[in-house]
């Protein structure tokens, strides 16, 4: 990126004022994905891919969101 003249700025971690959406995001996935692992550890990158690409799914195509004039709490 410096040969196109721009800086990377890095943001110190939970400062939601300055990155808000990508905290939310985190928040969310804390809170809604790994719950459904329901504490299981997975070991195994390409099993967890395919939970993560089915989560990104529900998400993005199923969950309720707020700003769509839906609830986002489950």
Avoid: C
Avoid at 19 to 41: C, M, P, Q, T, W
Avoid at 49 to 57: I, P, Q
């Amino acid at each position: 990126m410096l040969d196109k003249g721009i800086q990377h700025v890095y943001i110190r971690p939970s400062t939601p004022r300055l990155n808000g959406k990508v905290e939310r995001s985190h928040r969310i996935d804390d809170e809604e994905f790994y719950r459904l692992l329901a504490g299981e550890v997975i070991d195994d990158a390409k099993l967890f891919n395919t939970k993560l690409h089915e989560w990104e799914r529900f998400y993005n195509f199923a969950r309720p969101h707020g700003a769509l004039g839906g609830s986002d709490s489950l």
